[in-house]
């Protein structure tokens, strides 16, 4: 195994989108995930194991200075799951001495109730996995200023762009469908005011909190462009875009959702979170515009660098894996 400074555990959307902006920066980092194999050059070395294994995060973070935790177990057994990958990586970064950057989400706020999320608001969290991420925000900020790891925290809104497929309600149930010109499927109420967070803001985002001297031991919102827009008009963009008169989308109704998740555990783990597209869900990511510099991309422009991938790799959406 060589000595790498950076090291990535996950491989999905975000953990690529951190490495894109590593290697825009003219770093590589080694990769890690459960298969030991990634879309990525030959140059790169990817490490396949159990990242909840103690012995094995250590080994993996040798000579690591800057360790990114982007990882993301299935849906169905993410809160059975998480909290244990977690701990382990965060071993590992304090024995190796390196900043621990983490990819949060922001569950643990809870219900909006008409305020705009911003870092500041307390863990009001009403949901099982809510909780769940509650615990793993104020562990890692516990091992900070009890002096053992440096740890940066990075939470992003729902996501969508490249390699968002059907992770994301604006990939796969979207894109396919706008360029077929027939009509897209979304989840959750469509005239809300929704922050979604662009993946490669994302990884651009993680990797300036691995690099700025004064990141660490906070808590920060990534990039979300600050005029927020319902998911109706992003999905009418996206359809004006592609020449399109008009957009044809569907919102699938909760009592169908519901039903859905009786035979499928995947589905039946998205219904708690569904309290987060009842109202506006806007997140302030200001902080990091004034203090760290960066902005999100604009919308127009996320959502067309991500229609162009779809138009450079179609591919039939897999409703299976809705989340």
Request: hydrophobic share 40%; proline share 7%.
């Amino acid at each position: 195994m060589t000595a790498s400074g950076h090291v990535i555990f996950g491989t999905g959307a975000t953990g690529l989108a951190t490495f894109d902006a590593l290697r825009r920066r003219g770093i590589t980092p080694r990769l890690v995930n459960r298969s030991g194999g990634a879309d990525v050059p030959d140059d790169v070395e990817v490490v396949g194991g159990d990242a909840s294994d103690p012995a094995f995060a250590r080994a993996v973070t040798a000579g690591a200075a800057v360790i990114y935790q982007t990882l993301n177990p299935p849906y169905s057994q993410w809160a059975q799951r998480f909290p244990a990958l977690q701990r382990s990586v965060l071993a590992a970064a304090a024995h190796r001495g390196a900043r621990l950057v983490s990819l949060e989400n922001v569950y643990m706020y809870g219900r909006p109730n008409g305020r705009v999320l911003t870092e500041d608001l307390p863990h009001n969290a009403h949901t099982r996995k809510g909780q769940v991420r509650s615990g793993m925000a104020v562990e890692l900020l516990a091992a900070h200023h009890r002096g053992e790891v440096d740890v940066a925290i990075g939470r992003a809104s729902d996501y969508f762009g490249p390699r968002g497929g059907a992770q994301s309600n604006l990939g796969d149930r979207l894109f396919p469908a706008a360029i077929a010109g027939r009509t897209a499927t979304v989840l959750g109420d469509l005239d809300q005011p929704h922050s979604y967070t662009f993946i490669p803001d994302i990884g651009e985002g993680l990797t300036v909190l691995g690099e700025h001297p004064n990141a660490t031991g906070r808590v920060w919102h990534l990039p979300n462009d600050p005029q927020t827009r319902t998911t109706r008009q992003l999905v009418e963009t996206v359809y004006q875009q592609l020449g399109h008169p008009r957009a044809k989308v569907f919102a699938m109704p909760p009592l169908v959702l519901r039903a859905i998740g009786i035979l499928n555990p995947t589905v039946r783990e998205i219904v708690e979170m569904q309290y987060q597209f009842e109202e506006p869900f806007i997140i302030d990511s200001s902080m990091m515009a004034r203090e760290l510099g960066l902005e999100a991309t604009p919308l127009d422009t996320a959502l067309a660098i991500t229609r162009e991938q779809y138009e450079r790799s179609p591919h039939t959406p897999a409703r299976s894996r809705i989340r």
